[in-house]
C-alpha cells in the first residue's frame, strides 16, 4: 500500500507516450509527480505525434518516449520557430525495457531524473539514464 504522496512543487511535468502503461504514471503521481499517461486518456490516444507534442506544450509538459524517428524533427520544427518552452526525455527499450519487470526501473530513472531537475535552457532534449544503484531499493512496489 502507497504512503501519502510527497509534492515536489519544482519538477517538471510530464506525459508519457503511448508506449508506457499508466502504472508508471500512476505510481509516478504517488510518489509525488505532476504525470499523465497517454494511455490513460483517450483523447491523446487519438493525436499525432505531432499533436501531441503542441498538447505538451500547451500543459508546460515534457515527453517521455522512445520514439526518436519521429520526436527528433518535431524538436527541430520547435527550435526553427524559437526555444521550445518544453522539451522531451528519450529512452531506449535497450535500456528500458516494455515489461512488467522493468517498470519499477523506468519509475526509478525517471524519479531520480526529476528529483536531479531536468536539463535546464536552452537544452530541451535529454536521455534518460539507468537509476543509481542507491534508488533501486524496493520503495516502488512490484507490478503484478
Not at 505538451?56 to 527550435?79: C, H, K, L, Y
Amino acid at each position: 500500500m502507497a504512503g501519502p504522496a510527497r509534492t515536489h512543487l519544482m519538477s517538471q511535468p510530464l506525459v508519457l507516450d503511448e508506449h508506457y502503461s499508466d502504472t508508471i504514471a500512476s505510481e509516478l503521481r504517488n510518489l509525488g509527480y505532476d504525470v499523465v499517461a497517454v494511455s490513460e486518456r483517450r483523447e491523446l490516444r487519438a493525436m499525432t505525434d505531432d499533436e501531441l507534442f503542441a498538447w505538451a506544450v500547451s500543459q508546460g509538459r515534457w515527453v517521455v518516449t522512445e520514439n526518436v524517428a519521429d520526436f527528433v524533427p518535431i524538436m527541430q520544427r520547435a527550435w526553427q520557430n524559437g526555444t521550445p518552452p518544453v522539451g522531451v526525455v528519450y529512452t531506449s527499450s535497450r535500456t528500458f525495457p516494455r515489461s512488467k519487470s522493468g517498470v519499477g526501473f523506468i519509475i526509478a530513472a525517471l524519479d531520480a531524473l526529476l528529483k536531479a531537475g531536468l536539463p535546464p535552457g536552452p537544452v530541451r532534449e535529454h536521455w534518460l539514464q539507468p537509476p543509481p544503484e542507491e534508488t533501486l531499493e524496493p520503495t516502488v512496489p512490484p507490478v503484478p
